[in-house]
């Protein structure tokens, strides 16, 4: 393969600068050209049609993000696809048949939804979002437990006070939770609402598997879920660093990076 041939075709690329706009306040056009293998001219190209799109905001030399907080869920879904790809497809190997799981609701989590519905048969899934659910859904072999609860239009899922209690009555072998960032103190997320669930889920679960990409290294978010532990793996693109990489050595958590 060509170097030409290896770079990010437009559309990755334009996402990438997304998504590490949402993990950094700015970048400079140099550092993105580095980080993305292509001419400054290129990027300079990119970020202006991104600013025009209302995505995010030209700066003398670089750019800045638009989006406060974490975008919502139909936004999200566009932004690091190969690497959500990458990471939903290293965590089947942490599936076994016959297992009950609990899935949060996230873009990275519907990529994990959408491989056991290829790759495993007779799996009970116990979930609050409608799009893992359809996507499990395409697989008929499989049974899909809905939660009860209010609907978040914005995220597609649904979370409270009933999807809690719901939740009492389970217990499932391993849960797979996204994260909106991942700290020192443990993964968290966004919502207060979801983050409540996904408490919930890890305490009704064997083991806990966390799906997020490099961008949500060292990002706090406003609900700590669940602390990091022996009980606890990571899967994601690329290695932490510290202060991260230390937490998560010194909590024993086992580490899966794609190759």
């Not at 140099?30 to 030209?58: F, Q, W």
């Not at 609907?151 to 391993?174: N, V, W």
């Amino acid at each position: 393969m060509t170097k030409a041939e290896s770079r990010p075709g437009k559309t990755d690329r334009q996402s990438r600068i997304v998504a590490e706009l949402r993990a950094l306040p700015s970048l400079r056009v140099n550092d993105l050209s580095a980080r993305l293998g292509v001419s400054t001219e290129t990027v300079r190209r990119d970020l202006a049609e991104l600013e025009a799109a209302g995505l995010i905001s030209r700066t003398y030399g670089g750019a800045t993000s638009l989006v406060k907080g974490e975008p919502g869920i139909a936004i999200r879904e566009t932004l690091m696809v190969n690497e959500r790809r990458e990471i939903a497809r290293a965590a089947m190997s942490l599936v076994e048949p016959g297992d009950i799981l609990m899935i949060g609701g996230g873009a990275t989590t519907l990529h994990f939804a959408r491989r056991l519905a290829a790759d495993f048969d007779h799996l009970t899934v116990i979930t609050h979002a409608f799009s893992i659910a359809t996507a499990l859904s395409t697989n008929p072999t499989h049974r899909v437990l809905m939660l009860p609860g209010q609907y978040d239009g914005r995220e597609g899922l649904i979370h409270g006070a009933d999807t809690i209690d719901a939740l009492q009555m389970f217990h499932a072998s391993k849960a797979f939770l996204g994260a909106s960032g991942l700290t020192e103190e443990g993964p968290n997320d966004a919502g207060l609402g979801p983050g409540l669930v996904y408490s919930a889920m890890v305490r009704r679960s064997g083991r806990t598997v966390i799906l997020a990409d490099h961008t949500k290294f060292s990002a706090p978010s406003l609900k700590v879920f669940t602390q990091w532990s022996s009980t606890v793996t990571l899967v994601t693109d690329a290695p932490p660093a510290d202060p991260l990489a230390n937490a998560l050595k010194s909590a024993n958590v086992r580490v899966i990076v794609p190759t």
